[in-house]
């Protein structure tokens, strides 16, 4: 068949727009689309779209907790096709994470087959896989067919899905949620139901209640896989009250002693989102590394439950200081962040305390009793109608079957004998035979009593907010027996260190920065490229052109240092950084960026790296030709960013960083004068421009350094220029200097 070709333009669908208008509507659009519709949950029931559709598809398909599992692919397929059209595998790892206990912490999915596992492992296809509901599930779709929520028309209009889940336990806490939007982000741990449920109870007798008070109940997040949170109460309870902040969960660990002394150390619970293969792969590195000196071996022994042994190198070794070397080294001690960026109404994305996210829980509970009630007082009224009429029928059976067997068309006639409404009629004419005997009666009179006082009492709960409030009460409490504290899903898996706890853990982690033994003193060699790749080789190595560098690069830097120095970057920005060299890659391959290791601004370049030695002196100048001297003990960096000791002017670089050594300051400028002065001269500060070395008409400071005057001074070439030689060029601080004497380096710089 011949191939048709292609509809004509017309004009009229040709409409002129700027570029950059045209591509901000776009992108606005798509940037709320993915805000609203797949990465922020909702602050009522605590789902995306996904996974309400996934709950959805599953109650359309009765896969409720006591029945029957159905194939993934099936749920998948249903889901997909009627609901989310997004791709089958989103929608596949989303029901997975639904039904994995170690991801959630009160799975909304029961799931038969394989799910995945703590080490990291994906799940078996869908095809392989079955699934049904949980009863937390079930819970919070209970109310759908009672008018509970709003549903909407689905992607193609031709099916009705729920705007939200009547949710009867606060999934947004309990089971937390993450998600990446466009400029905004959500990262919500999971807590403790019964935690939860106390806390809303307390602020439904009084929404007054402080955030304090909350914490009283919520003592922080629960984590499935349990482990010990180590931040302070005044941690804690700032990230709930700003919504957020992050937290600090440490493996739980024992220790099992053996036969003459000799030890292990357990884990058996990891932190959150940890996966187990690959920090028991992390720690094995660590060891082969030698940066683990403390430890002799790891050994993963889980089976259902986790159990990773950890061997001392002796039985000499205290426990706790090779812990906490552990935790500072590997993801045995990790941060979950808190950002409680949600939907609130469905509609705006806002960040929430913990009262708050709990209010709007309350909130949406309180719209639900009242529609639900409001549904069922209209089911009661109706079927009160009905029995009404029944009620008048049996007065006189007789002549209503005398009107139905002689009447062609007896509705009528039974509405004028008997003063009934069309809906009493015809549910009197659909009757059946065996409904008319005098028991059916005494029935009928039973529940018409009933359904009146259901409907008073309906009425009563619709007028009162304090019957309103107690019935919510009532709910959280089922909840509460259901997944509370007491129960076996509801027990508190994450401890809370107290007090005492963080502080030992402090003192001890003071310790183990201090000792030299965490790491073994081995000689190494720091190679870093002109690119900025950085890499370390056993033993000292003089410079040589064996060492490979990546297509276009070549070496700059050539140190020896031990492993246990600590290797300091000075930055043309005026800001120096600390290295551990223990944490310097190996010299396999083309080693890590440089950048990796601290915040190195995009602008800026090194300038010098050396190992540190304390109570050194340093000298350090700006391309301005400003400088003075440094101790190198303040010059040490505690964090990535760095520790800034120059000020830098705009426009400006910081240039020279060389030891102090002898009793002379040499300068020469990118004009090629040179100035020699007195090092007394030039004053020792711990931050600051520094003062003048040299003036400069055009151009800057080239290069300057320290020397003994009676040594003489060498230029790049090392060649040595004697005292006599020099006498000229000997002046004052801050003088523009001469030219350089003949012979001097053409590069002119010092050696």
Known sequence: MAKQPPAPVRDDDIHPEPLAEALSQRYLAYALSTITQRALPDARDGLKPVHRRILWGMRLLRLNPEGAFKKSAKIVGDVMGAFHPHGDQAIYDALVRLAQDFATRYPLVDGQGNFGNIDGDSAAAYRYTEARMTEAAELLMEGLDEDAVDFKPNYDGADREPAVMPAAFPNLLANGSSGIAVGMATNIPPHNLGELCGAMIALIENPNTRDATLLKFVKGPDFPTGGILMDSPETIAEA?????????????????????????????????????????????????????????????????????????????????????????????????????????????????????????????????????????????????????????????????????????????????????????????????????????????????????????????????????????????????????????????????????????????????????????????????????????????????????????????????????????????????????????????????????????????????????????????????????????????????????????????????????????????????????????ELPEMARGQGNYLQRYKDGGLLDATTFTWKEGLKDENNRLYEPSELKDWKGARAQAGRLVPRGWAKSGKFS
């Open 240 to 680: 709930y009250k700003t919504g957020r902040g992050s937290f600090r969960v440490r493996a739980r660990w024992s220790k099992e002693e053996g036969a003459r002394g000799v030890y292990q150390i357990v884990v058996d619970q990891i932190p959150y989102q940890v996966q187990k293969a690959k920090l028991i792969e992390r720690i094995a590195e660590l060891i082969e590394q030698k940066k683990l000196p403390l430890l002799d071996d790891v050994r993963d022994e889980s089976a259902e439950d986790v159990r990773v042994v950890l061997v001392p190198k002796s039985r000499t070794v205290e426990a706790d200081l090779l812990m906490e070397q552990l935790f500072r080294q590997s993801d045995l001690e990790s941060r979950v962040s808190l950002n409680m960026n949600v939907l609130d109404s469905g509609l705006i994305p806002r960040v929430m305390s913990l009262k708050d996210a709990l209010q709007a829980f309350i909130n949406h509970r309180r719209d639900v009793l009242e529609r639900r009630s409001k549904h069922r007082l209209e089911k009661i009224a109706a079927r009160l109608d009905i029995l009404e009429g029944y009620l008048i029928v049996y007065l006189d059976l007789d002549k209503v079957i005398k009107i139905i067997r002689t009447e062609d068309e007896p509705k009528p006639k039974l509405i004028k004998a008997f003063k009934l409404t069309e809906t009493q009629a015809e549910a009197i004419l659909n009757m059946r035979l065996r409904s008319l005997r005098k028991l059916e009666e005494m029935e009928i009179r039973r529940e018409h009593e009933n359904l009146t006082k259901e409907q008073k009492d309906l009425k009563k709960l619709l007028g009162s907010e304090k019957l309103k409030d107690e019935k919510l009460i009532d709910e959280v409490k089922e909840i509460d027996s259901k997944f509370g504290l007491k129960t076996e899903i509801g027990k508190r898996r994450t401890k809370i260190a107290d007090a005492r706890e963080v502080e030992k853990i402090s003192n001890l982690a003071e310790e183990a920065a201090n000792i030299e033994t965490a790491v073994e003193k081995e000689p190494i060699t720091v190679v870093c490229s002109q690119k900025g790749w950085i890499r370390s080789f056993k033993g000292h190595v003089e410079e040589t052109d064996d060492v490979k560098y990546r297509e276009g690069d070549r070496g700059r830097f050539w140190v020896h240092a031990q492993t246990t120095d600590k290797l300091m970057v000075f930055a043309t920005d005026g800001r120096f950084f600390t290295i551990d060299c223990s944490k310097l890659p190996g010299g396999r391959g083309n080693g890590e960026a440089i950048r990796t290791f601290f915040d190195l601004p995009p602008d800026a370049d090194v300038v010098a790296m050396f190992p540190f030695v304390s109570k050194r002196k340093l000298l350090v100048a700006s391309t301005t030709g400003h400088g003075f001297i440094v101790n190198e003990d303040d010059c040490v960096a505690q964090t990535k960013s760095g520790k800034r000791v120059m000020n830098v002017k705009a426009g400006a670089e910081a240039a020279v960083c060389r030891m102090v050594d002898g009793d002379s300051i040499a300068v020469v400028g990118d004009n090629r004068k040179m100035v020699i002065f007195p090092l007394d």
